[in-house]
């Protein structure tokens, strides 16, 4: 079965910093990788999503990820953190029957 | 734009109640799944439906229940709520084909007391 191993519950960078969250898969077939982001009571919004044409995905809001697949890694990135990347973010790995498993999360903060 | 609606965004119930949560998406998509969220557990699959009347169990489908009577419509049922139950359960949808990805409503927050 697919897993994914989120490193780091909280992620805390100043405004303007580098972000980068960290997310690793296992998976016995090459994947399709996910970002979601999480703002506060609300519902995931798809962040971006790797599917083997390009190993670095741009995303929404300024985000990146890099699928390594030597290192089973798909670490997402932002160059400088705004004060609204405050939320909660989750890795994903897909399954079959279009099933997601989902990390367990990161939550970044920002500070000014 | 794929729209995914939940019935309600908080509920409070009490333990032995029958609880139903509805989700209903827009897209025509086939697949729709029943999360729920806890901290530091992340989200864990209750059910999921891949066509209309058919469901299979996900990790934790203890307690629930599930309804997919049309292509749009997929409702959670807790038969008796119990206070364990109480977490945030998320709807989502997916299509047949493409890559997988999901695409979510906005939760709702259930406390059973």
Known sequence: AQSVTQLGSHVSVSEGALVLLRCNYSSSVPPYLFWYVQYPNQGLQLLLKYTSAATLVKGINGFEAEFKKSETSFHLTKPSAHMSDAAEYFCAVSEGFQKLVFGTGTRLLVSP | ?113
Not at chain 2, 3 to 12: A, D, E, G, M
């Open chain 2, 1 to 113: 734009d794929v729209k995914v609606t939940q019935s309600s965004r908080y509920l409070v119930k009490r333990t032995g109640e029958k609880v139903f949560l509805e989700c209903v998406q827009d897209m025509d998509h086939e697949n729709m799944f029943w999360y729920r969220q806890d901290p530091g557990l992340g989200l864990r699959l209750i059910y999921f439906s891949y066509d209309v009347k058919m469901k299979e169990k996900g990790d934790i489908p203890e307690g629930y229940s599930v309804s997919r009577e049309k292509k749009e419509r997929f409702s959670l049922i807790l038969e008796s709520a119990s206070t364990n139950q109480t977490s945030m359960y998320l709807c989502a949808e997916a299509g047949a084909g493409g890559f997988h990805e999901q695409f979510f409503g906005p939760g709702t927050r259930l406390t059973v007391l």
